[in-house]
């Protein structure tokens, strides 16, 4: 087994007949983030900068990437889903997906003979840290809460009851059918008061106070401003002035690729996931670390998280004035293991040599291309076209290879009828891409697509447009070698360092 460490990796894909590892080698494999961070203080990393995302449209064409609805506009379902179902496994998926030489990954760098290999058998194979712009490598080893002078007092926590806080969550989430709560003031002061409705209004984002006499008693009354929005949008919520507007955190997840896990995320915090950003999407089947900036909600209720998430951790807290933008990253460091090695020693030994002297062609790995047999680059070139009726189908259409098993019905129902409504009841998981357009298809009718397109969040657009990116970017390299090899030539542009 070879364990190679470096800053970019081409995917390559095992023959669907290797399989993946038994069930019991697939087991979550837990990795000491604090033991990692040591080991990397010991090596030398050689690091080779991942080449920048840069939307083709994002300040010129708001006519193609629709600009995401307001808060106002979009009431969006908050329920629970349902359960995902059972996961595909690796094998299934790559049996209709796409090889290398699909995305412009044809050339080489080296004319040694090769070896075969197998990564990505077990998801902690693959190991991700994120590069932030600063040099910064991503790591989880802080679970403290920052604290500022205008954090709740210690009093905000005890002042409600057990009791009053129960009530308050259901309120908050729409659990019950009561409108308010009253909570009565035993000590009726005015210090007493105030602190009452201070902790409602931390505690519970979303809810409004007013102090109410009834009977002759004094009762602090908690309500929706205005309604399921106050809830979903943070923009509305209490937030001390000398605090950054977003929080920052770094994400640390198993076998769940990045735009999962905000959806993940979102539901337990009860707001929509446009209100997260993030610099770049990480792989599915990896162990990954990176930044995420989220609006307006406090460290405590994301640490809060850590509690009920499984395959994921939360923490390195701060607050920032920004949000993060996609591309902002300088690149990701990786930790590779590959299995099953065919070759000899003297073959992996020549490629190693390799790798450390002459490097790699920089590819974008095809993680940036999807795991189905729709390429999400496709997608993206349909929207350069401005061609809305194949962006529609792409993404709805059945299509070939492992999925689960609701995401089939639903494809299955929109082939058949074309009806958003009917295609959406076969989703139990609304958050999908899938079931955020059939919505905007049920909301805004087939005659407007680019509305409809619009409801999905913002980066999730957006990767449709990198992806087609970066499949251009793949076959523009690869042209580049055919014709001139790996030497400079008048015109090339070099990096420096």
């Not at 690149?331 to 450390?356: C, K, P, W, Y």
């Not at 409504?421 to 989703?427: D, E, N, S, V």
Request: glycine residues 6%; contains cysteine; negative net charge.
């Amino acid at each position: 087994m070879e364990t190679v460490e470096m800053n970019s990796v081409s995917l390559k894909r095992p023959h669907s007949e290797d399989g993946v590892a038994n069930a019991d080698e697939i087991k979550r494999q837990k990795i000491s983030e604090k033991s990692k961070t040591e080991n990397d203080s010991e090596q030398s990393i050689e690091t080779v900068t991942e080449q920048p995302d840069k939307s083709l449209l994002e300040d010129t064409k708001n006519e193609i990437i629709p600009n995401e609805e307001s808060e106002e506009q979009e009431d969006e379902e908050l329920e629970d889903s349902g359960e995902d179902g059972d996961p595909e496994s690796f094998a299934d998926m790559m049996k209709h997906g796409l090889t290398e030489s699909d995305v412009g990954i044809t050339k080489f760098v080296s004319s040694h003979k090769g070896f075969s290999g197998i990564l990505k058998e077990r998801y902690s194979d693959f190991v991700v840290h994120e590069i932030g712009k600063d040099g910064r490598v991503s790591h989880l080893d802080d679970f403290t809460v920052p604290v500022d002078d205008e954090d709740p007092s210690e009093e905000t926590f005890t002042v409600l009851s057990d009791e009053d806080k129960q009530r308050l969550e259901e309120l908050q989430l729409f659990k019950n059918k009561e409108t308010s709560v009253a909570i009565e003031v035993i000590e009726d002061t005015k210090e007493k008061r105030t602190v009452i409705h201070q902790a409602v209004k931390s505690l519970f984002p979303g809810l409004e106070t007013k102090t109410e006499d009834r009977d002759g008693k004094k009762y602090i009354i908690a309500y929706h401003a205005a309604g399921k929005k106050a809830l979903a949008n943070p923009r509305k919520h209490s937030w001390p002035k000398s605090r950054g507007s977003y929080c920052h955190f770094v994400l640390y997840k198993e076998n769940k690729d990045t735009m999962d896990a905000i959806n993940v995320l979102s539901k337990f915090l009860r707001v929509k996931p446009n209100i997260f950003s993030y610099m770049g999407t990480k792989d599915k089947r990896a162990i990954t670390v990176q930044e995420i900036a989220v609006l307006r909600i406090t460290a405590q209720r994301l640490a809060h998280l850590n509690k009920c998430l499984m395959n994921f951790k939360l923490g390195n807290f701060s607050y920032k004035n920004h949000p993060l933008k996609l591309g902002e990253l300088q690149g990701n460091h990786f930790t590779v293991v590959l299995r099953n090695i065919t070759g000899t020693d003297d073959q992996i030994e020549q490629a190693m040599h390799s790798l450390r002297e002459i490097g790699f062609i920089n590819y974008y790995g095809m993680q940036r291309f999807g795991t189905t047999a729709v390429p999400t680059y496709q997608i993206g070139r349909a929207i350069l076209q401005n061609n809305w009726n194949e962006v529609m189908d792409l993404i709805l259409k059945p299509r070939p290879g492992a999925e689960k098993g609701y995401l089939v019905k639903c494809r299955e129902e929109w082939a058949k009828t074309k009806d958003p409504a009917a295609a959406l009841k076969k989703l139990p998981v609304k958050r999908c891409v899938e079931g955020q357009l059939l919505r905007g298809l049920l909301k805004y009718g087939m005659k407007n697509i680019i509305s409809a397109f619009g409801i999905i969040p913002r980066n999730n657009r957006l990767m449709y447009i990198h992806s087609y990116q970066s499949y251009v970017w793949n076959n523009m390299v690869s042209k580049r070698i055919e014709e001139y090899g790996l030497r400079a030539v008048p015109g090339d542009l070099t990096l420096k360092g």
